[in-house]
Nanobody, 126 residues
């Protein structure tokens, strides 16, 4: 059974840092893309960052560029999202996602990854 399990969420003050992690298991397809999405209350889910497992190409949305870093541990099927300089507007449920497709950033923008985790909450207070 395909499963993505996130960890590392929590509550921090503005300017603080958190690192999210996600472990993938039971996937029945070749894992080509991993990414992070987030959804704030009353808003649509948005893709935040993606990474290609082969080659390591990364993509970030403008609002997190320079503050967030996505990285991959292929041997452990684990993806991390290091978040620094957190802002109250980063408050959301963060979801890990995986996809077998070749266009990781495009699929992130369209919100069309194949498998999603259950999410971990990040709350940033001002």
């Amino acid at each position: 059974q395909a499963q993505l399990v996130e960890s590392g969420g929590g509550s921090v003050q503005a300017g603080g840092s958190l690192t999210l992690s996600c472990v993938a298991s039971g996937l029945t397809y070749r894992l080509n893309c991993m990414g992070w999405f987030r959804q704030a209350p009353g808003k649509e889910r948005e893709g935040v960052a993606s990474i290609q497992t082969a080659g390591g190409y990364v993509y970030y949305i403008d609002s997190v560029e320079g503050r967030f870093t996505i990285s991959l541990d292929n041997a452990k099927n684990t993806v991390h999202l290091q978040m620094t300089g957190l802002k109250p507007e980063d408050t959301a449920m963060y979801y890990c996602a995986a996809d077998p497709g070749g266009a990781c950033a495009a699929a992130l923008i369209r919100g069309q990854y194949k498998t999603y985790g259950r999410g971990t909450q990040v709350t940033v207070s001002s």
